[in-house]
């Protein structure tokens, strides 16, 4: 996923806030591996980085997410993907629901 972060004026470029699957796409397009692999696999080449969950910045060390998965091992790159999307949006929902989850939502910015 992604979201556009608040517009300014003067700026033509637009830019996105990358976060849940979408951030981990863009670490596996930055890596060199193939599929099948294993969760080990996938974090060794990778180095275990943290990726964002939702707009705000919050964050999962990407073993912590493959550790709540119920897989080991992914036939392809969207395998992998399919298995952490749900960690991602649990986590994304349970940081929306505390109480400075829900006064961010109640804020234009």
């Known amino acids: ?35 099948p692999a294993t969760g080990a696999e996938v974090l060794a080449r990778l180095d275990d980085p943290s990726i964002p969950y939702d707009a705000a910045g919050n964050e999962i060390a990407l073993s912590s997410a493959l550790a709540e998965t119920r897989a080991d091992e992914f036939e392809t790159r969207q395998d992998l993907l ?26 234009p910015f």
Do not use: C, W, Y
């Open 1 to 35: 996923m992604g979201i556009r972060p608040p517009q300014r004026d003067g700026d033509d470029e637009v830019a996105t806030v990358a976060f849940g699957i979408a951030a981990l796409d863009e670490h596996l397009e930055e890596a060199d591996g193939t599929f």
């Open 82 to 107: 399919n298995a952490l999307h749900p960690v991602f949006e649990a986590k994304r929902e349970r940081a929306n629901d505390s109480i400075v989850g829900q006064l961010r939502s109640l804020l």
